[in-house]
């Protein structure tokens, strides 16, 4: 019985882990398309914000 339930903790653990990088990966991934996205808005800093998407929107498509 202790055994089964050790093993619930971790499963469980596991899972939560995942969700927490799943979380903190999309959470990135917003942060960085935002921050391009407003230095594409800022016209000094409009190269900038196209050198930093560009390899992101690469990144993004699935190879074919």
Do not use: C
């Not at 969700?19 to 990966?25: T, V």
């Not at 391009?36 to 074919?64: D, M, V």
Request: no cysteine.
């Amino acid at each position: 019985m202790a055994h089964g339930q050790h093993d619930y903790e971790k499963i469980k653990n596991g899972k939560f882990f995942s969700f927490m990088l799943i979380g903190a990966f999309s959470i990135l991934l917003s942060a960085v398309v935002l921050l391009s996205y407003l230095l594409s808005k800022i016209p000094q800093l409009g190269e900038t914000g196209i050198w930093i998407s560009i390899p992101i929107s690469r990144f993004w498509q699935t190879p074919p």
